[in-house]
């Protein structure tokens, strides 16, 4: 059936590839205490931290060849007052108010001193925040993208990647959602329409080939 929908989709001119250009970043998506063990938003079936498991790998490489790695953080005001109708729309957003010990990081990924965290109030780490501008002034011009969730904030991320002139790719193994189900049909349709989806493996691969610019994370000489 994926076969025979995947030629489908490929005869109609979707399921191109972009692959990944010169000059990359990992972007970490809302990795956050409250999808995992014991958190709100969390999943039965593990695969939130199976996600994070696989996400603290692909940002140990990305150090390691000397990539920018930048984070994205939900963090809303009290009552949600900045959220607009997606805190209408997701009372459980109340999980990423001011002072809540869920929106914190885990243990791994997490931010080391210098790297960039990016404050977001809506899906999209692009929507409203400084993230273009960060990675144009580093000369990224891919962005691997992964975290949680698949269909909200990893997608919307993506999306917005490819509409701001970044080569997006999604790394599956470290994206992670409530439903396996959901996470699959949102990858499928990432991959068809707006991104390419690569394993983790493919994503170590890819980061360790491509040489390190020489900036750092403040955008001046290494």
């Known amino acids: 059936m994926a076969?025979?929908?995947?030629?489908d989709y490929s005869?109609?001119?979707?399921?191109?590839?972009?692959?990944?250009?010169s000059a990359p970043a990992v972007i970490v998506v809302d990795v956050c205490r409250a999808y995992l063990e014991g958190g709100p938003l969390t999943d039965e079936g593990g695969r939130f931290e199976a996600a994070r498991a696989s996400a603290a790998r692909v940002v140990d490489a990305a150090r390691a060849a000397g990539h920018p790695v930048l984070f994205t953080e939900v963090r809303l005001a009290p009552g949600r007052r900045d959220a607009g109708w997606f805190g209408v729309k997701v009372p459980g957003l109340a999980a990423f108010e001011q002072g809540s010990p869920w929106a914190e990081a885990p243990e791994a990924p997490a931010p080391q001193p210098g790297e960039v965290v990016v404050s977001k109030q809506y899906a999209s780490g692009f929507f409203g925040t400084s993230l273009a501008s960060t990675l144009r002034a580093l000369g990224v011009d891919t962005t691997y993208v992964l975290g949680f969730s698949t269909s909200g904030c990893v997608r919307a991320t993506a999306l917005d990647a490819l509409q701001s002139g970044f080569r997006p790719l999604v790394v599956r193994d470290a994206s992670g959602d409530r439903d396996a189900g959901v996470h699959e049909s949102n990858l499928f349709d990432l991959d068809?329409?707006?991104?390419?989806?690569?394993?983790e493996a493919e994503a170590i691969d890819q980061l360790r080939a491509i040489a390190?610019?020489?900036r750092d994370l403040t955008g001046g000489p290494a």
């Open 11 to 21: 005869s109609a001119g979707f399921l191109g590839r972009i692959g990944p250009g």
């Open 3 to 7: 076969t025979e929908r995947s030629a």
């Open 212 to 214: 390190p610019r020489d």
């Open 192 to 199: 068809a329409k707006y991104a390419d989806v690569v394993s």
